[in-house]
């Protein structure tokens, strides 16, 4: 007996699983993004068949993306850019970034 898949907002089938994964290499890619963070709980993530994208949440009503972020930037511009860089995917959902941690380069 196999165990079922994890279903409801936190799950994704391989359409929305495909959404997830382009969302988080766009914000991968933004300038001051270090990595994508799962929260202090781990609870921004998307369950896919055999495994778990840490770092966005996405379902009917938003896009959540977390970070951890550089400080050779602004904040508010990173946040900025991470949600230009994914708003064609979101489409009428709003894009919460979230800034998990910083990380200060050279120290």
Same mark, same amino acid.
């Given at each position: 007996?196999?165990? /079922? ?13 495909? @959404?997830? +994964? ?5 914000? #991968? ?20 068949? $055999?495994? +778990? ?8 009503? /938003?896009? @959540? ?5 550089? #400080?050779?930037?602004? #904040?508010?511009?990173?946040? !900025? @850019?991470? +949600? $230009?860089?994914?708003?064609? #995917? ?9 800034? !998990?941690?910083?990380?200060? @380069?050279?120290?």
């Amino acid at each position: 007996m196999t165990a /079922a898949a994890p279903t409801g907002p936190a799950s994704a089938d391989s359409g929305a699983g495909t @959404e997830t +994964r382009l969302i988080a290499d766009r914000a #991968l890619a933004c300038d001051g993004v270090v990595r994508l963070s799962g929260g202090p709980f781990g609870t921004v993530a998307t369950y896919l068949p $055999g495994e +778990r994208l840490t770092g966005v949440h996405a379902d009917d009503r /938003a896009v @959540e993306i977390a970070i951890v972020a550089t #400080l050779h930037r602004p #904040l508010p511009q990173t946040a !900025d @850019e991470v +949600r $230009g860089a994914v708003a064609d #995917l979101a489409g009428d959902r709003p894009v919460h970034v979230r800034i !998990d941690d910083i990380i200060v @380069e050279g120290s």
